[in-house]
Nanobody
């Protein structure tokens, strides 16, 4: 079975930064992040392929950066200039194809909580 384990979530003040990590049990073509705030639908955040192609949600462009370390099978999400509206559970995702929809990624982690205070 494929395993994705997120880490790096926590409580941070608005304007601060966090870096999320996702460790995979195997290499994937595409890895990325979704998030879900209380009472809201899951939302695409960012994704990256082996070739370095990236996609970002409009709400995080210029603030979040996704990267990937292939040797360690780890994907990172550097989150800067955090806002209270970024508060959500962040899920690591992986799959054989690049996409922006939840169905495009077949493997999901259990999530890590990010809370941004005012």
């Amino acid at each position: 079975q494929v395993r994705l384990v997120e880490s790096g979530g926590g409580l941070v003040q608005a304007g601060g930064s966090l870096r999320l990590s996702c460790a995979a049990s195997r290499r994937h073509y595409a890895m990325g992040w979704f998030r879900q705030a209380p009472g809201q639908e899951r939302e695409f955040v960012a994704a990256i392929t082996w070739g370095g192609s990236t996609n970002y949600a409009d709400s995080v462009k210029g603030r979040f950066t996704i990267s990937r370390t292939y040797a360690s099978m780890t994907t990172y999400l550097q989150m800067n200039s955090l806002k209270p509206e970024d508060t959500a559970v962040y899920y690591c995702v992986a799959g054989p194809e690049m996409g922006r929809q939840a169905a495009d990624f077949g493997h999901w982690g259990q999530g890590t909580q990010v809370t941004v205070s005012s």
